[in-house]
C-alpha cells in the first residue's frame, strides 16, 4: 500500500490525528494525538503511534507497522491490511493467517483534543485478545523527540482510567479503555520518517511507551480513547463512548452535501470565542491572507454565514496601521504584519459577507469600520513602502521582505521579490476601493483613476498579455514581463475585473496555454529564466522553486472564474468548465491528502502532489468553483 496516501482527522481546535494509509509514519506529524494547547496554537505531539498485536489459539500476529533507521519496517502489521477506506474515518481491515478479520476504526470528534480507537471482530472464532502499547512524546509538533531521563513514565491508574504526565508543562495524556492496563515503561529507538528525510531535515525519532492494554475483542468493539488533560473521562464507559460518539460523527459527516464540504470543515477551528481558519495540515497554523481566501469557498459559498461572520468580525481587531497580520506565531509572539495582500483579502471577503444580508447593524459597521481602516491605511501609507501613489496604483515593498502570496525566502534571498507594484495586489485594491466606495464616495473617484492607470501601465503589447510588476524596486518605467498566473486576477477570482473585452479574453487563453495543468497554473512558464519542472530536494532547493513553476492548485479558482466570464458565463460554459478543469482537479483528490487538496504539483507530468497534503484554500477555492458553475 502506498505510504504517500494519507489521512486526516481534525479536532476544530488547530489539533489533529493523521498518519497513512499503510499505517506507517513517514511524517513528524504523522501521530494519534496532536493537540493545541492555546486554540488554535502551541500544538504538540502527545501520542505518536501505536504497537498493536492481536493473540488467537492459533498464534500471533502484528496489526501495526513502523519505520526504522535503515528502511527496516518492524512489526509487520502493514502486510496484513486486507482493506482501507477513510469515510466516514479512517478504518482499516486486517486479515490473519487463521481466518480472523478484524476492522480497526480511528476517529476524531471536531472540539474535543480526544482521538478514539476501536477495534471489531469481523470473522472467525474462538478468544481474540489484543495487546496494545502507546508510544508517548510531549514535544512541539515541528520537533522531533529523542530518549532522555527527564521523561516520566509514571501512571496513575484509577479502573479503566489511565494518567501520565510525562513532563512538566505538557498536557498529562489521560487513556480510557474496556481492558486492563499493565504497566511495562520502553523505549522505542530510531523511528525513521522518509518523508522528513526527502525534505532535507532530520528524520530520526525516539517515543516513550509506559505500558500495555490487554483488550478482549468478544461480541461488541475493543476501544482505547486517549485526550489531552485531565478528568475527561470522568464517570465514562469506553464502549459507550465509542457507540455514542460515532453515531453522533457518522450523522453529523453524513450531512455534508459531498465529501469535499466534509473536507472543507475540518479547516474552521476556534479562536477565542470566535472562528479562524487553518491555512493547512500539518505544518500551518492560521495565516491571514489565506484565512481570507479560503473563506470564499469554506464559508461563503457553502452557506456557513455564521463561520464567515465570526472569522472576519474576530480579525477585525488585529488591524494596526491599515494592516492584518499575515500569521500569529505558534510559539505566541506578536502577530507578524507581513504582507501586502491579505487586508485586501479581508476586504474582498467582508464586502462578499455583507452582501448576503447575514449581517446585523452592528456586524455592519464594524466591519466597515475595518474597512475603511485598511483601505485608508493603505492610501496614506503604511509599513514596508505601501501606499498609494499619484496614479492611485499601490505601491509595496523594500529589500529583504516578501510581500505578496509569492513570499518564498531562503536566509536573506528573497525569491521572488517583486517590489514596486505587483498586478494582482493592484487588481486587489481596486476591488477594496470598490467595497469601501460603498459608504464613502471619494474612493470611487480614486478607483477611476485607478483603472484608467492599470489600463495604460499593465498591458504589455509584445506578449499581448499584462506585466506581473510595473515600476520595479520603485524605479519608474521599469517593467518585469515574467509570465505569471498573477495576471489572472485583473480578469476573474474577485468581484471587480480590471480587464474585459479582448485584452481579457488574450489573456485567459495564454494563461491556459502555458500555465493551466490538472493540479492549478504554473507559477512561471516553461522557457521563462529560472523555470523549475519539480518542487524537490532541501529545503534550500524547495523554497527557490516554490514559485518558479511549481503548480499551485488554489489558482484553479481564479482562472475556470476568468475563463468562465471572458465567454459569456452562461450555461453551456459552466459546464465544458466542470468537465475540463474542475473534475480533472477533483479526481486528484485521493492522491495526497485523502479527501482534501493538497497545495502543490510538480510543475510537470504526471503533477506528483507536494507540499502541504491537506490545504485550506485550495479546498475552498474548489468549493467556490462547484458554487459558481452550478
Given at each position: 500500500?502506498?505510504?504517500?496516501?494519507?489521512?486526516?482527522?481534525?479536532?476544530?481546535?488547530?489539533?489533529?490525528?493523521?498518519?497513512?494509509?499503510?499505517?506507517?509514519?513517514?511524517?513528524?506529524?504523522?501521530?494519534?494525538?496532536?493537540?493545541?494547547?492555546?486554540?488554535?496554537?502551541?500544538?504538540?505531539?502527545?501520542?505518536?503511534?501505536?504497537?498493536?498485536?492481536?493473540?488467537?489459539?492459533?498464534?500471533?500476529?502484528?496489526?501495526?507497522?513502523?519505520?526504522?533507521?535503515?528502511?527496516?519496517?518492524?512489526?509487520?502489521?502493514?502486510?496484513?491490511?486486507?482493506?482501507?477506506?477513510?469515510?466516514?474515518?479512517?478504518?482499516?481491515?486486517?486479515?490473519?493467517?487463521?481466518?480472523?478479520?478484524?476492522?480497526?476504526?480511528?476517529?476524531?470528534?471536531?472540539?474535543?483534543?480526544?482521538?478514539?480507537?476501536?477495534?471489531?471482530?469481523?470473522?472467525?472464532?474462538?478468544?481474540?485478545?489484543?495487546?496494545?502499547?502507546?508510544?508517548?512524546?510531549?514535544?512541539?509538533?515541528?520537533?522531533?523527540?529523542?530518549?532522555?531521563?527527564?521523561?516520566?513514565?509514571?501512571?496513575?491508574?484509577?479502573?479503566?482510567?489511565?494518567?501520565?504526565?510525562?513532563?512538566?508543562?505538557?498536557?498529562?495524556?489521560?487513556?480510557?479503555?474496556?481492558?486492563?492496563?499493565?504497566?511495562?515503561?520502553?523505549?522505542?529507538?530510531?523511528?525513521?520518517?522518509?518523508?522528513?528525510?526527502?525534505?532535507?531535515?532530520?528524520?530520526?525519532?525516539?517515543?516513550?511507551?509506559?505500558?500495555?492494554?490487554?483488550?478482549?475483542?468478544?461480541?461488541?468493539?475493543?476501544?482505547?480513547?486517549?485526550?489531552?488533560?485531565?478528568?475527561?473521562?470522568?464517570?465514562?464507559?469506553?464502549?459507550?463512548?465509542?457507540?455514542?460518539?460515532?453515531?453522533?460523527?457518522?450523522?453529523?459527516?453524513?450531512?455534508?452535501?459531498?465529501?469535499?464540504?466534509?473536507?472543507?470543515?475540518?479547516?474552521?477551528?476556534?479562536?477565542?470565542?470566535?472562528?479562524?481558519?487553518?491555512?493547512?495540515?500539518?505544518?500551518?497554523?492560521?495565516?491571514?491572507?489565506?484565512?481570507?481566501?479560503?473563506?470564499?469557498?469554506?464559508?461563503?459559498?457553502?452557506?456557513?454565514?455564521?463561520?464567515?461572520?465570526?472569522?472576519?468580525?474576530?480579525?477585525?481587531?488585529?488591524?494596526?496601521?491599515?494592516?492584518?497580520?499575515?500569521?500569529?506565531?505558534?510559539?505566541?509572539?506578536?502577530?507578524?504584519?507581513?504582507?501586502?495582500?491579505?487586508?485586501?483579502?479581508?476586504?474582498?471577503?467582508?464586502?462578499?459577507?455583507?452582501?448576503?444580508?447575514?449581517?446585523?447593524?452592528?456586524?455592519?459597521?464594524?466591519?466597515?469600520?475595518?474597512?475603511?481602516?485598511?483601505?485608508?491605511?493603505?492610501?496614506?501609507?503604511?509599513?514596508?513602502?505601501?501606499?498609494?501613489?499619484?496614479?492611485?496604483?499601490?505601491?509595496?515593498?523594500?529589500?529583504?521582505?516578501?510581500?505578496?502570496?509569492?513570499?518564498?525566502?531562503?536566509?536573506?534571498?528573497?525569491?521572488?521579490?517583486?517590489?514596486?507594484?505587483?498586478?494582482?495586489?493592484?487588481?486587489?485594491?481596486?476591488?477594496?476601493?470598490?467595497?469601501?466606495?460603498?459608504?464613502?464616495?471619494?474612493?470611487?473617484?480614486?478607483?477611476?483613476?485607478?483603472?484608467?492607470?492599470?489600463?495604460?501601465?499593465?498591458?504589455?503589447?509584445?506578449?499581448?498579455?499584462?506585466?506581473?510588476?510595473?515600476?520595479?524596486?520603485?524605479?519608474?518605467?521599469?517593467?518585469?514581463?515574467?509570465?505569471?498566473?498573477?495576471?489572472?486576477?485583473?480578469?476573474?477570482?474577485?468581484?471587480?475585473?480590471?480587464?474585459?473585452?479582448?485584452?481579457?479574453?488574450?489573456?485567459?487563453?495564454?494563461?491556459?496555454?502555458?500555465?493551466?495543468?490538472?493540479?492549478?497554473?504554473?507559477?512561471?512558464?516553461?522557457?521563462?529564466?529560472?523555470?523549475?519542472?519539480?518542487?524537490?530536494?532541501?529545503?534550500?532547493?524547495?523554497?527557490?522553486?516554490?514559485?518558479?513553476?511549481?503548480?499551485?492548485?488554489?489558482?484553479?479558482?481564479?482562472?475556470?472564474?476568468?475563463?468562465?466570464?471572458?465567454?459569456?458565463?452562461?450555461?453551456?460554459?459552466?459546464?465544458?468548465?466542470?468537465?475540463?478543469?474542475?473534475?480533472?482537479?477533483?479526481?486528484?483528490?485521493?492522491?495526497?491528502?485523502?479527501?482534501?487538496?493538497?497545495?502543490?504539483?510538480d510543475a510537470e507530468p504526471p503533477h506528483r502532489g507536494r507540499g502541504c497534503p491537506f490545504q485550506a484554500w485550495s479546498v475552498g477555492e474548489a468549493l467556490r468553483l462547484d458554487a459558481l458553475l452550478g
Open positions: 500500500m502506498d505510504d504517500g496516501r494519507e489521512w486526516l482527522e481534525a479536532d476544530g481546535l488547530g489539533g489533529f490525528a493523521m498518519g497513512t494509509a499503510a499505517m506507517v509514519r513517514t511524517r513528524r506529524y504523522h501521530g494519534l494525538l496532536l493537540a493545541a494547547t492555546r486554540p488554535p496554537a502551541a500544538r504538540m505531539v502527545l501520542v505518536g503511534d501505536l504497537e498493536v498485536f492481536a493473540e488467537t489459539d492459533a498464534g500471533r500476529w502484528a496489526l501495526s507497522a513502523h519505520r526504522y533507521r535503515g528502511g527496516v519496517v518492524h512489526p509487520d502489521g502493514a502486510e496484513r491490511i486486507a482493506g482501507f477506506t477513510w469515510q466516514p474515518w479512517p478504518r482499516w481491515e486486517l486479515a490473519l493467517a487463521d481466518g480472523t478479520r478484524i476492522a480497526y476504526e480511528l476517529l476524531v470528534e471536531p472540539g474535543r483534543p480526544q482521538v478514539l480507537l476501536a477495534w471489531q471482530r469481523l470473522a472467525g472464532s474462538g478468544p481474540l485478545r489484543l495487546q496494545v502499547r502507546p508510544m508517548l512524546s510531549g514535544r512541539d509538533f515541528h520537533a522531533l523527540h529523542h530518549e532522555n531521563p527527564a521523561f516520566r513514565f509514571d501512571a496513575d491508574v484509577d479502573r479503566q482510567t489511565v494518567r501520565w504526565q510525562p513532563y512538566d508543562g505538557v498536557p498529562a495524556v489521560t487513556a480510557l479503555s474496556t481492558g486492563d492496563y499493565h504497566h511495562e515503561p520502553d523505549w522505542y529507538r530510531n523511528f525513521f520518517y522518509s518523508a522528513e528525510a526527502a525534505r532535507g531535515l532530520e528524520a530520526e525519532e525516539d517515543l516513550a511507551s509506559p505500558g500495555v492494554f490487554a483488550l478482549e475483542l468478544d461480541d461488541g468493539p475493543a476501544v482505547l480513547a486517549l485526550a489531552a488533560g485531565e478528568g475527561v473521562f470522568a464517570g465514562a464507559d469506553a464502549q459507550a463512548l465509542w457507540d455514542e460518539t460515532s453515531a453522533r460523527e457518522r450523522q453529523r459527516r453524513g450531512a455534508f452535501p459531498s465529501p469535499l464540504h466534509r473536507a472543507g470543515d475540518a479547516y474552521l477551528v476556534a479562536r477565542g470565542d470566535g472562528r479562524t481558519v487553518i491555512a493547512g495540515y500539518p505544518w500551518f497554523g492560521d495565516w491571514g491572507r489565506d484565512s481570507f481566501i479560503a473563506a470564499r469557498g469554506l464559508c461563503l459559498a457553502t452557506g456557513r454565514l455564521d463561520d464567515a461572520r465570526q472569522l472576519l468580525l474576530a480579525w477585525s481587531s488585529a488591524i494596526s496601521e491599515g494592516m492584518l497580520p499575515n500569521r500569529f506565531p505558534d510559539s505566541g509572539d506578536a502577530p507578524e504584519y507581513n504582507s501586502v495582500d491579505a487586508s485586501l483579502w479581508y476586504v474582498v471577503a467582508a464586502g462578499e459577507l455583507m452582501d448576503t444580508g447575514a449581517c446585523t447593524d452592528d456586524e455592519r459597521r464594524c466591519l466597515d469600520d475595518a474597512i475603511a481602516a485598511i483601505v485608508t491605511g493603505y492610501h496614506d501609507g503604511t509599513r514596508f513602502a505601501i501606499a498609494c501613489d499619484d496614479d492611485g496604483l499601490l505601491t509595496c515593498g523594500v529589500p529583504g521582505v516578501q510581500l505578496t502570496w509569492m513570499d518564498a525566502r531562503v536566509g536573506h534571498w528573497v525569491v521572488t521579490p517583486r517590489m514596486g507594484k505587483p498586478v494582482e495586489v493592484q487588481a486587489l485594491w481596486a476591488n477594496a476601493l470598490a467595497v469601501a466606495g460603498r459608504r464613502d464616495d471619494r474612493w470611487l473617484a480614486l478607483l477611476d483613476r485607478t483603472r484608467a492607470s492599470f489600463a495604460r501601465r499593465f498591458w504589455n503589447p509584445e506578449r499581448g498579455m499584462l506585466y506581473d510588476v510595473v515600476d520595479c524596486d520603485h524605479c519608474g518605467g521599469v517593467d518585469d514581463a515574467s509570465f505569471r498566473p498573477n495576471q489572472i486576477f485583473a480578469c476573474g477570482g474577485l468581484p471587480l475585473a480590471l480587464l474585459e473585452g479582448e485584452r481579457a479574453r488574450a489573456v485567459v487563453d495564454a494563461v491556459e496555454r502555458a500555465l493551466w495543468t490538472p493540479a492549478g497554473l504554473r507559477s512561471l512558464a516553461p522557457g521563462e529564466p529560472g523555470y523549475t519542472a519539480r518542487y524537490q530536494g532541501g529545503v534550500v532547493q524547495r523554497d527557490g522553486s516554490y514559485h518558479q513553476g511549481t503548480a499551485w492548485l488554489w489558482l484553479a479558482g481564479p482562472f475556470v472564474d476568468a475563463w468562465v466570464r471572458v465567454r459569456g458565463g452562461a450555461a453551456g460554459v459552466r459546464a465544458e468548465a466542470r468537465e475540463r478543469f474542475l473534475d480533472p482537479l477533483l479526481a486528484g483528490v485521493d492522491r495526497f491528502g485523502l479527501g482534501h487538496l493538497g497545495e502543490l504539483a
